[in-house]
C-alpha cells in the first residue's frame, strides 16, 4: 500500500509500506494492505510504519528507527485511507 505523510512545510514520507499504526484520538489502529476506507482524527502520538523503507537525506532527520520500523512524532492531525493510499495530515 502507499503512503504519504504531509505537514503544512513539506511533505516527509512518499512510498510504498506493509502496515502503518496511528494514535487515533479513540485509541491506537493500525492498517494493512486492503483495509477498508477509513477518515480519523490523529493525537498526540508516532505513527508507526512497516516496511522496507529507503530514507533519503531529505527525510532521515523526521524519524526514528525502532527494531525494524520507523516512527514519526505528531502533534495533531488528519488520516484517510482509501484504495490502499494513506495520507496523513500531520502538525
Avoid: R, W
Avoid at 16 to 43: Q, R, T, W, Y
Amino acid at each position: 500500500m502507499y503512503l504519504e505523510i504531509v505537514t503544512p512545510e513539506a511533505t516527509i514520507f512518499k512510498g510504498d509500506v506493509d502496515s502503518v499504526s496511528v494514535p487515533g484520538v479513540n485509541g491506537d489502529f493500525e492498517m494493512l494492505n486492503n483495509h477498508a476506507p477509513i477518515v480519523s482524527v490523529l493525537k498526540d502520538g508516532f505513527v508507526k510504519i512497516v516496511g522496507n523503507i529507503t530514507l533519503d537525506d531529505s527525510n532521515k532527520g523526521y524519524f526514528q528507527e525502532k527494531g525494524g520500523s520507523y516512527l514519526y512524532a505528531i502533534d495533531s492531525g488528519a488520516i484517510e485511507m482509501n484504495a490502499n493510499k494513506i495520507i496523513v495530515l500531520a502538525d
